[in-house]
């Protein structure tokens, strides 16, 4: 019982923000031209994947809202990289995240938080990308959603045989967001939902079983952080969200170097997340993703427990009163809304496997 309430309470939490990945990621598949997204996001070197963080750090989505988008951005030409470093750089930090971490953490974690939640998002970046350029033989960099494999007619210039399918100069900006929506709800949906479902599981599982102070007694140190990695990597929690628990993990004793882990892997590192990756960029891409992620997460948590003592920072987290960040009647509308939708998703996927499998008698 206690297990199907944590469950509710997270779909609950997350569902606004998901649906919100998906709206944004719909129109970002009907209102971003195809040809700008290449020039912008689908190069592998360092630039692209600089832009994508940059582009990524101050939007207000979460593990949950983050997964569509970036789909949306690998499907609309952004390279393995890019969509790597959007990834990662998305749900560590957003203008949500940073404003509750001045409030509860300081100014100090503030601070430190998108600068090393963009670090490691343009490390996982380059990881990604290193094994990308090694892949891309002339051949790869056409096929994103295998559209472009197709036989189509010559199109103009400026523009790719994906482009002129999405979009048309014709359409108005009501039939396009039509579109766009509808390209959420169904397609985007259908290849995101099995493994939200998965990650929410895991999140309960561990809410339900993992002890309130089993994560403050390790305290500090290596072991401290690798305890928190150990700890964040399933789990299901937005970057808003962690700062609260961040802050009672510092009242409890735990170093902020530690805390730093826990508020970069968690929000990135989510078994939905990871799902999506294996599956979008390959599992190649997902080793280089923790990497630099996990990496990243370590290196700045060593970085900020020497900082605080070099030079002596108070980092004094205060917790107030709890506030929902989405009203009541939004986040239950929402909740409702995209469970109808995953629903149907699932039955179709089960229908269809149902049908496609053979039948031991005629």
């Not at 994508?52 to 990289?81: D, E, H, M, Q, T």
């Not at 990662?88 to 995240?97: H, I, Q, Y």
């Not at 999405?166 to 099995?194: C, F, H, I, N, R």
């Amino acid at each position: 019982m206690i297990f199907l309430d944590n469950f509710m309470a997270l779909f609950l939490e997350s569902a606004p923000w998901l649906l919100l990945g998906l709206v944004m990621a719909g129109l970002l598949k009907v209102f971003v031209p195809m040809s700008w997204m290449n020039q912008q996001l689908g190069g592998h070197g360092l630039k692209s994947t600089v832009k994508a963080a940059l582009f990524g750090a101050p939007l207000p989505l979460c593990s949950c809202g983050v997964i569509p988008a970036a789909i949306g951005l690998r499907r609309a030409g952004a390279s393995k990289a890019a969509t790597t470093s959007f990834l990662v750089s998305t749900p560590e930090t957003g203008v949500d995240s940073i404003s509750v971490s001045y409030v509860l953490l300081g100014p100090f974690m503030a601070i430190v938080r998108p600068i090393a939640a963009m670090s490691s998002a343009i490390l996982a970046g380059l990881l990604v990308g290193k094994e990308e350029k090694q892949v891309v033989s002339g051949s790869e960099n056409t096929s994103i959603e295998g559209c472009c494999s197709q036989s189509v007619a010559p199109v103009t210039s400026g523009s790719s045989c994906c482009s002129s399918r999405t979009s048309k100069p014709s359409e108005g900006v009501l039939k396009k967001t039509q579109a766009g929506l509808v390209y959420a709800a169904t397609e985007m949906l259908d290849d995101t939902a099995v493994w939200l479902v998965t990650g929410l599981v895991f999140a309960a599982l561990i809410q339900t079983y993992v002890p309130d102070g089993f994560l403050a007694s390790w305290g500090n140190g290596l072991l401290a952080m690798l305890v928190m990695m150990m700890i964040s990597v399933p789990m299901y929690i937005c970057a808003t969200a962690s700062t609260p628990v961040a802050a009672g993990l510092l009242l409890a004793g735990v170093a902020p170097g530690a805390v730093l882990v826990f508020m970069l892997a968690g929000p990135a590192t989510n078994i939905a997340t990871l799902g999506v990756v294996a599956k979008e960029l390959g599992k190649r891409a997902l080793v280089g993703y923790l990497g630099g992620v996990l990496g990243g997460a370590l290196i700045f948590g060593y970085l900020v427990d020497i900082a605080v003592m070099h030079f002596n920072i108070a980092i004094v987290p205060q917790i107030g009163p709890e506030h929902e960040l989405t009203p009541v009647w939004l986040t239950v509308s929402t909740g409702a809304l995209l469970g109808l939708l995953m629903v149907i998703s699932i039955t179709k996927k089960i229908t269809v496997r149902m049908m496609k499998a053979p039948k031991c008698c005629s």
